[in-house]
């Protein structure tokens, strides 16, 4: 490889890569890699391509124009798992999460124009109706029952429950959140003082696929959870206490979505967007 004196390292989790100064070419896990410009030495410290080094590591890179700063965002979740709910391009939807969530059951509407609303029923059912049919299932997602929209044998508890739109109720009022910056930050605010408590920023990957957050989808649940979709359906599940990220649920549609949540208990929690339902579990 290179000698010692020369040569530049750095490691994460199973990922080595080490650069030699004035050389392009670089190694991660002994695989050579070709460099856009070799590392050197200034008054006795070492620069290295930063691009390399940190999308290498797991980071990602952006330029940002209007400010003239280099950006780095590292992942904040360390797992990824694809489900079985596809975008509107056609790709399946990815959760990002701590390791710590399963999909239990997920249900994908025939029909790409469908948009589902759910609501918490009776003896542990849940309630879903689109534009065209009302839907009873158990937590396992078994149909138990299902009605043409207003149809007349629907009963009344149900009707009652879709006509109020009784989902549950955050523990507290979404006043304390408010959408800033161009729609790119969610800030959780003092009501007393108006100090800003903590700001979450929207990934600059996001931002640069053209995606903003939509403020009236903030909805905090009774577990300290806040929510909030982008205008592309993607979710992201921040930690109502210190706006640290939970999970985020990726849709990145083409066409205008939002996703919106179904609490269900502090292990417990529905999203749906528009065709789609995904029932989740998360493991404390």
Known sequence: MFPKKERSSAKKGDIMIELQLGKTTAYKNSQPLLLSGPPMMVNNS????????????????????????????????????????????????????????????SFQDESPYQRY?????????????????????????????????KHKDIPAKINAIINKGLKESGSESTQSF?????????????????????????????????YSFLDFTVYLDPYGTVYISTQGGTLHALD????????KLVFNHRIFSSTEVLPLSATEVVALNDNAIMFFEIKE
């Open 46 to 105: 070492v620069y290295v391509p930063i691009r390399f080094v940190s999308e290498s590591l797991g980071a990602s890179v952006f330029w940002k124009s209007d400010i003239h700063v280099v950006v780095i965002e590292t992942p904040q979740l360390t797992a990824i798992t694809e489900l079985p709910v596809l975008n509107d391009r056609g790709n399946p939807a990815v959760l990002e999460h701590s390791g710590n969530m399963i999909l239990k059951w």
């Open 117 to 149: 609303r759910g609501y918490k029923g009776l003896t542990d059912t849940l309630i879903f109706s689109n534009f065209d049919t009302i839907k009873v299932m158990d937590r396992d997602g078994n149909i138990q029952n299902e009605w043409p929209f």
């Open 240 to 247: 109502s206490a210190d706006g640290s990220l939970k999970f």
């Open 178 to 210: 408010h959408v800033t910056k161009d729609n790119k930050t969610l800030e959780k605010v003092d009501q007393k003082t108006g100090k800003a408590l903590w700001t979450y920023r929207l990934p600059v990957s996001e931002e640069k696929m053209g």
